[in-house]
């Protein structure tokens, strides 16, 4: 039997507020057995970069990537906001030790290529190429990997790149490995079935209720992306994915659950 695997995502709405990420580690450093803490940026980066000149860009939602603006999310995410994730769960006896993509080489990735619209140096990650005997070295001497949302593209050049797609390429890689159980956190506490209810959380999706669902359009169009990344981990092997609130995370790394269990 695999030994189960818990790759846990914390969005920037957690790490724009000191008092509810200290809550939050405070229960991840509790979580018992293998672990990998991926974390986003939050605005922490467009605060400093305002501060700096640097001005930020978007283009629906999307953070164009710059000579200036990679040079600040590399010392923002992979400095600042990582190495005090990690310094807060040594606190904790918890045994951190963060990384970005680029270092081990721990997630090859290549630059997006040039479409209707330039990110700039953002990634796109190179699933076949992830080194999940080099994961499972980290895990088996009890190392809690903190996984800053950087990749690079094997010729110098340091990417932004998505948290969410990290979480799940890392799941899906360690997946042969350990029952993996890929839990997103955010400010929700699940999938809604009425958007305007947030006691409408529905407790597990499968396939067949995730198309009942859509067809009958009752859920939200911005948790979309999220179930179909979610059952696109479940499709590479990924044993469960759970979409939840922050503060329910100890309940969700065991049973029963509060937020949504997706399954197939």
């Given at each position: 039997m695999k030994p189960p695997l818990f790759v846990i995502k914390i969005g920037g709405n957690v790490i724009d507020h000191p008092?509810?990420?200290?809550?939050?580690?405070?229960?991840?450093a509790a979580v018992k057995g293998h672990k990998i803490l991926v974390h986003g940026?939050?605005?922490?980066?467009?605060?400093?970069?305002?501060?700096?000149?640097?001005?930020?860009?978007?283009i629906d939602g999307r953070r164009i990537t710059d000579d200036a603006t990679i040079d600040l999310v590399t010392m923002v995410y992979g400095g600042l906001?990582?190495?005090?994730?990690?310094?807060?769960?040594?606190?904790?006896?918890?045994?951190?030790?963060?990384?970005?993509?680029?270092?081990?080489?721990?997630?090859?990735a290549m630059k997006r290529p040039v479409k209707e619209i330039d990110y700039g140096w953002v990634g796109d990650i190179l699933q076949e190429k992830i080194p999940s005997d080099r994961w499972r070295v980290l895990l088996e001497q009890d190392i809690v990997p903190v996984l800053a949302p950087l990749t690079h593209d094997g010729q110098g050049h340091i990417l932004n790149t998505n948290a969410d797609t990290m979480a799940s390429a890392v799941a899906v890689a360690l997946s042969e490995a350990y029952t993996v159980r890929l839990i997103y956190c955010f400010e929700k506490k699940g999938v809604l079935e009425y958007v305007e209810d947030e006691n409408s959380v529905l407790p597990v999706i499968t396939k067949a209720s995730y198309q009942q669902l859509k067809s009958a359009n009752k859920l939200f169009a911005g948790i979309l992306?999220?179930?179909?990344?979610a059952f696109a981990a479940i499709d590479a092997g990924v044993n469960e994915v759970l979409i939840g609130?922050?503060?329910?995370?100890?309940?969700?790394?065991?049973?029963?659950?509060?937020?949504?269990?997706?399954?197939?």
């Open positions: 008092e509810a990420l200290d809550a939050f580690l405070a229960d991840f940026g939050g605005k922490i980066a467009t605060r400093i970069g305002d501060k700096l000149g640097i001005e930020s860009k978007y906001v990582n190495k005090q994730i990690v310094a807060k769960l040594q606190a904790r006896n918890c045994n951190a030790m963060g990384i970005t993509g680029a270092d081990g080489n721990m997630l090859p992306p999220k179930l179909d990344n609130h922050a503060d329910d995370l100890l309940q969700n790394t065991s049973q029963p659950t509060t937020g949504t269990l997706i399954t197939a």
